[in-house]
């Protein structure tokens, strides 16, 4: 079992900065991939950014490409994402997860979630 904690969510302004952290338990060839997930009220969860721990290869989904920074420090076994330029559309429910990695960008592909952290942006 790999357990995931999410911090640094909070209610930021439009055009600010926002920097989220992910403390994962361990690091297991079933969890050999991090990503970042969102969801907004009413919508479905979507993928942000995915990063994996041995060769530090990210993936972004493209409309934060440019905005968010996705990166890991395997010492500590902790994952980060930089948000920048928020947007009110950035508004959402943020998750960490933890998987194989065989397909990056979909959900059900991952074992292990946070319990997510709650990012604001206001206009």
């Known amino acids: 079992q790999v357990q995931l904690v999410e911090s640094g969510g909070g209610l930021v302004q439009a055009g600010g900065s926002l920097g989220l952290s992910c403390a994962a338990s361990?690091?297991?060839?079933?969890?050999?991939?991090m990503a970042w997930f969102r969801q907004a009220p009413g919508k479905e969860r979507e993928f942000v950014a995915a990063?994996?721990?041995?060769?530090?290869?990210?993936y972004y989904e493209d409309s934060v490409k440019g905005r968010f920074t996705i990166s890991r420090d395997n010492a500590k076994n902790t994952v980060f994402l930089q948000i920048n330029s928020l947007k009110p559309e950035d508004t959402a429910v943020y998750y960490c997860a933890a998987g194989r990695g065989l397909r990056v960008g979909v959900a059900s592909e991952y074992a292990y979630w946070g319990q997510g952290t709650q990012v604001t942006v206001s206009s």
């Open positions: 361990a690091r297991t060839f079933s969890s050999s991939i």
């Open positions: 990063v994996r721990w041995n060769s530090g290869l990210t």
